[in-house]
């Protein structure tokens, strides 16, 4: 009986043993927030023919430095996916909606946010998107999403939104 148990124990243990391995396992990526995640377009000159038209992109949202309407890096990639979009869907219409954080007067901030998406606009149009499927508005400091009083809530209201 005791060499029965030694058998088994045995056993069991090459399995466990068959069954791992010295190699690790890569880590998981961690999940992203679609919200900062930019687009990214199919590459120009693809030719599959099974490809589709662009999806519309899902993030709507482009944000600014302080006192600026020029577009970063993340915001030009996310002008070529909605340029893609745009441009293959010429019924589709968006109108960009400027935003600035409550720093600077009333006025300031609305020729400000009309700045922001100006330049959202231009860097569409010279992608090939037609100027009617674009209309621009300004609500300077007036639509917060954030209600804070500090550079975390600032930068989140520094922004372009796309609505349609």
């Not at 720093?103 to 946010?113: A, F, I, S």
């Not at 231009?122 to 508005?137: F, H, M």
């Amino acid at each position: 009986m005791n060499a029965f148990i030694k058998i088994t124990a045995s056993v069991a243990l090459l399995s466990l043993a068959a069954c791992t391995s010295d190699q690790t396992r890569p880590a998981e990526e961690p999940a992203t927030d679609a919200s900062t995640t930019p687009y990214t377009p199919p590459a120009a000159g693809s030719t599959d023919v099974t490809e589709s038209a662009p999806a519309m992109p899902n993030i709507k949202t482009f944000y600014f430095a302080f006192d600026s309407s020029e577009i970063n890096s993340d915001g030009m990639r996310l002008v070529e996916g909605w340029a893609a979009y745009l441009a293959a869907n010429s019924s589709a219409r968006v109108r960009l909606e400027g935003h600035c954080d409550e720093r600077g007067t009333r006025e300031y901030n609305v020729g400000l946010g009309e700045r922001r998406a100006n330049a959202v606009m231009q860097a569409l149009t010279s992608r090939g998107v037609s100027s009617r499927q674009i209309s621009v508005s300004s609500y300077g400091e007036e639509r917060p999403v954030a209600t804070g009083h500090d550079e975390s809530a600032w930068r989140q209201n520094r922004r372009v939104e796309i609505a349609q």
